[in-house]
Every structure is written in C-alpha cells, then in structure tokens.
T-cell receptor, first 113, second 111 residues
Framework: SAVISQKPSRDICQRGTSLTIQCQVD?????MFWYRQQPGQSLTLIAT?????????ESGFVIDKFPISRPNLTFSTLTVSNMSPEDSSIYLC??????????FGPGTRLTVL | KQEVTQIPAALSVPEGENLVLNCSFT??????LQWFRQDPGKGLTSLLL?????REQTSGRLNASLDKSSGRSTLYIAASQPGDSATYLC??????????FGDGTTLTVKP
C-alpha cells in the first residue's frame, strides 16, 4: 500500500491565523481526499483534491475557508484559513488504491486557541 | 445521501471474549465497505475491505461480513485481547473513492 505522510503532525494556532497542511504520497495517485475529524466525532469528507484543476468541495465546505492545492500526483496541501476554535480537529488525507481501498495519512492534530 | 450507523457506540469486554460490532448503511449502492481501527489521537488503519459482490473477508482473528441488500455489515473479533482496545470505524465507499463513515465503536478489552 502507499505510504502517506503529513506535515505538521500537530500544531497549536491562534485565532484568525491560517495553517497549511501537507500530504505526501510515495507513489503517483489519481485521487486524493481531505477529511476532518472533530473531537469525539467521525470523519467528514472536506474535498477531493484534483490534479491540475480546482478541488471539488462537499456540502458545507468552501474554497475560501479550505483552499487546496494539488500540484502533482504525489502531493497536496490543505489550508485552514482564518481559524477559529471550531476548526480544532484532526485533518487527514487519504488515497484509494486497488479496488478503492482507502489508505489514510497519520493526520494533523490542530488546536486553535 | 448515504448515512452510516454503528452500534454499539462503546463496548467493554473481558479479555478472551468474542464480540461483534455492527454497521448499517442507508444506500445499498456501495462499491465496497471498509473497516478501520483508530487508536487515540492517531490516523486510521485499514483492517478489512469487502467488495459489494462479496459476503465476507477474514484476517487473522477478524472476520467482516456484508449483507448489501439489508444494508448491514458486522465485524467479528475472536478471542479479544487488550491490544484490540481502540475505536473501530466502518466506511461505505463509492466507486469514486469517497467514504462515508459511521461514528465508530469504542472497544475496551480488560485484562
């Protein structure tokens, strides 16, 4: 399976600032996804990161708040903009392999004060 | 819109017991169903993947079944161990690679 890494692993940020999270995969993949896991809750899909075009956002998520880049087939970034305490979550990237088996990165734990 | 429900939300058992975790989904048009394990503060580890055409998959002490027509999947853990303590998540996957997750079952296995 693909090896997925994320940076940073965790961060504590001030309200109103922005944080960019990186996701690196050790092989070329067509699709990459970004998920959010709020405290005590399950995972919610934020968007699909499309290589060479704009990301596709799920209902309730917008590009101004969560801009995504996908410059190539192995790398993507998610920015959490103008953060508030409600953005405190674990952010995870995932890639499907083979028969659409999902593999996840280790996650970025974000705390907003 | 797909909705995934997991029961129970939490489970505590003594070491050695066999147990069953339940997952139900509202839209049977899934591509596959996947079970994950998540340790506190960590990412997700894929345990088992069942294709929509399959009935079950086994890996070691784990066995997952799928009844697509009734919208149900179960994860059976045999001879539970304290190291099995974690949150178990099921996800219904589309052929576009998107996953809808349940809220998880938090399992505690007591020595």
């Amino acid at each position: 399976s693909a090896v997925i890494s994320q940076k940073p692993s965790r961060d504590i940020c001030q309200r109103g600032t922005s944080l960019t999270i990186q996701c690196q995969v050790d092989s070329q993949v067509t699709m990459m996804f970004w998920y959010r896991q709020q405290p005590g809750q399950s995972l919610t899909l934020i968007a699909t990161a499309n290589q060479g075009s704009e990301a596709t956002y799920e209902s309730g998520f917008v590009i101004d708040k969560f801009p995504i880049s996908r410059p190539n087939l192995t790398f993507s970034t998610l920015t959490v903009s103008n953060m508030s305490p409600e953005d405190s979550s674990i952010y995870l990237c995932s890639v499907p392999e083979g028969a659409n088996e999902q593999f996840f990165g280790p996650g970025t734990r974000l705390t907003v004060l | 819109k797909q909705e995934v429900t997991q029961i129970p939300a939490a489970l505590s058992v003594p070491e050695g017991e066999n147990l069953v975790l339940n997952c139900s989904f509202t839209d049977s048009a899934i591509y596959n169903l996947q079970w994950f394990r998540q340790d506190p503060g960590k990412g997700l580890t894929s345990l088992l993947l069942i294709q929509s055409s399959q009935r079950e998959q086994t890996s070691g002490r784990l066995n997952a079944s799928l009844d697509k027509s009734s919208g149900r999947s179960t994860l059976y853990i045999a001879a539970s161990q304290p190291g099995d303590s974690a949150t178990y998540l099921c996800a219904a996957n589309t052929n576009a690679g998107k996953s809808t997750f349940g809220d998880g079952t938090t399992l505690t296995v007591k020595p």
